[in-house]
């Protein structure tokens, strides 16, 4: 949720909670509006888990431990951060029985770092294309998707997941699909919500 308002973000959370496994708090809405945003919507939706996309550079075990105490259930570390961030992060996130997301955004070599962040301890790790590479001519998926596949490690997708590409990211075998501007852009979120989760259930079954 790139939203800007804790109440715009409970709005959209409480329309597509139904449909979601973990409903993630992106960088944006957490600077505007501070980890107040996560207590919040973790008090509204207990049964969730809720990610705080900190995308920590340093600090990491400080962070981690302030984002864990706020109400979040997953905490990003930037994979370009110094291991002993990262490990500092894992470190708070055993301390609460909580998790590290690792991001790859901006790092070039992401299988070799997918790796390491998970021998360092990361739950998954996010093959990511932010918003400004995403505007980019020619970004595609399939690139994020190809790395995602070589790493072998439990990892989700971000960056460009909708309805026409949700079956790429399964077949990819992303445990996590990432999906902001198509369901918050929809028209009616709670409806592509809801298809988003249908189609996932289709080609699982």
Do not use: C, W
Not at 66 to 72: R, S
Not at 177 to 202: C, M, Q, T, W
């Amino acid at each position: 949720m790139d939203l800007l308002t804790v109440e715009d973000a409970l709005l959209l959370a409480g329309q597509v909670a139904e449909y979601v496994d973990i409903i993630e708090l992106g960088t944006p809405l957490i600077k505007a509006a501070g980890l107040s945003a996560v207590t919040a919507i973790k008090a509204a939706h207990p049964d969730k888990i809720v990610f705080a996309d900190m995308k920590t550079m340093d600090a990491g075990e400080l962070e981690a431990d302030i984002a864990f105490k706020a109400g979040a259930d997953l905490v990003s570390i930037l994979g370009s951060a110094d291991d002993s961030t990262i490990a500092g992060g894992v470190k708070a996130a055993r301390a609460h029985n909580k998790g590290i997301v690792v991001d790859l955004i901006g790092v070039a070599d992401k299988v070799t770092r997918a790796k390491e962040a998970r021998a360092l301890g990361a739950k998954f790790v996010e093959f990511h294309a932010g918003l400004d590479e995403q505007a980019q001519p020619g970004h595609d998926l399939g690139g994020l998707l190809a790395a995602g596949e070589e790493a072998r490690v439990p990892f989700s997708v971000a960056g460009g997941v909708s309805l026409d590409t949700i079956e790429s990211v399964q077949r990819a075998g992303a445990d996590v699909a990432v999906i902001g501007r198509s369901v918050h852009s929809a028209a009616d979120p709670a409806l592509e919500a809801k298809k988003l989760r249908a189609a996932i259930s289709s080609s699982n079954s």
